[in-house]
């Protein structure tokens, strides 16, 4: 690998969620409660990394979605993206997801395309949550697999989580190993994804093997029954009581292999 190396990350998202914001905690600058839309504004930051210097410029796009021509421009040049949304705000996670699928129309490689999703203003979620994070889970990791994506949560003002945006990037770009630039926990958040999936398909396994049993075995537990009545009009010499263990055992005999299956279809399926 070269010692220098220069990769574009552009951060998507709707108005007001904080993508500037964001931008100034990862360029060491402060928090500025006043709010000042942005057309487009590109950043540097050049990092260390071991004998590895990287320049990351930094897209930070307009919000309002009037500027169509630069967005695209801003997809088609990307290495990576940061999405953004806002966790008191259920438009703002709607806007990511047109936000993608603008970055799936015009990128046939968006599969390997790092992305980023940032939920902001978690310092306000205790109270105003409007996004719940298993949802955007489930929309990132069970609706859209085979993602180079990861799904983080920050506040960028109390800079909560905003450094590790950036080491998720880095991750996800395979620039330096994983362990040297720290690892998330989002990887619960996957296999939880893939355990509800599982739970749902394993429920309904078992209801298509328990009324293919019970329509399988239904008809022999009537001749069942039918067998032992006419046995025991026709064979009246035999004794009541030999006759009523006859009757059980088949009854019992056939209700076994009847629960024997449907267990086995269970835990198979």
């Given amino acids: 690998m070269a010692d220098h190396e220069r990769i574009r990350l552009v951060i998507l998202g709707g108005a007001g969620v904080g993508k500037s914001a964001i931008i100034r905690r990862l360029l060491g600058q402060g928090f500025s409660e006043r709010y000042r839309p942005t057309v487009e504004d590109l950043y540097t930051r050049?990092?260390?990394?071991?004998?590895?210097?990287?320049?990351?410029?930094?897209?930070?796009?307009?919000?309002?979605?009037?500027?169509?021509?630069?967005?695209?421009?801003s997809i088609a040049t990307a290495h990576a993206f940061l999405l953004v949304?806002?966790?008191?705000?259920?438009?703002?996670?709607?806007?990511?997801?047109?936000?993608?699928?603008?970055?799936?129309?015009?990128?046939?490689?968006?599969?390997?395309?790092?992305?980023?999703?940032?939920?902001?203003?978690?310092?306000?979620?205790?109270?105003?949550?409007?996004?719940?994070?298993?949802?955007?889970?489930?929309w990132l990791y069970c609706e859209l697999p085979k993602l180079r994506?990861?799904?983080?949560?920050?506040?960028?003002?109390?800079?909560?989580?905003?450094k590790d945006i950036f080491r998720c990037f880095i991750t996800l770009s395979k620039i330096v190993p994983k362990n040297h630039v720290g690892e998330s926990d989002e990887s619960g958040l996957r296999r939880r994804c893939s355990a509800y999936g599982s739970r749902r398909y394993n429920s309904f396994a078992f209801s298509v093997s328990f009324f293919s049993s019970l329509f399988?075995?239904?008809?022999?537990?009537?001749?069942?029954?039918?067998?032992?009545?006419?046995?025991?009009?026709?064979?009246?010499?035999?004794?009541?009581?030999?006759?009523?263990?006859?009757?059980?055992?088949i009854v019992l005999e056939i209700?076994?292999?009847?629960?024997?299956?449907c267990f086995i279809s269970f835990n198979y399926k």
């Fill in 216 to 249: 399988f075995f239904l008809p022999l537990l009537l001749f069942s029954f039918f067998f032992s009545l006419y046995f025991s009009i026709l064979a009246s010499n035999i004794s009541s009581i030999y006759r009523s263990i006859f009757d059980t055992h």
């Fill in 149 to 162: 994506a990861k799904i983080m949560e920050c506040s960028a003002k109390d800079d909560y989580n905003v």
């Fill in 46 to 73: 050049e990092c260390v990394l071991g004998t590895l210097t990287l320049k990351v410029d930094l897209l930070d796009t307009a919000g309002d979605l009037q500027f169509p021509a630069m967005r695209r421009l």
């Fill in 255 to 261: 209700s076994f292999i009847f629960i024997v299956h």
């Fill in 85 to 138: 949304y806002a966790t008191t705000s259920l438009p703002s996670f709607e806007c990511i997801k047109r936000c993608f699928e603008e970055v799936r129309e015009q990128r046939p490689d968006f599969q390997e395309v790092p992305i980023v999703v940032a939920g902001n203003k978690l310092d306000l979620a205790t109270t105003r949550r409007e996004v719940p994070i298993e949802d955007v889970s489930e």
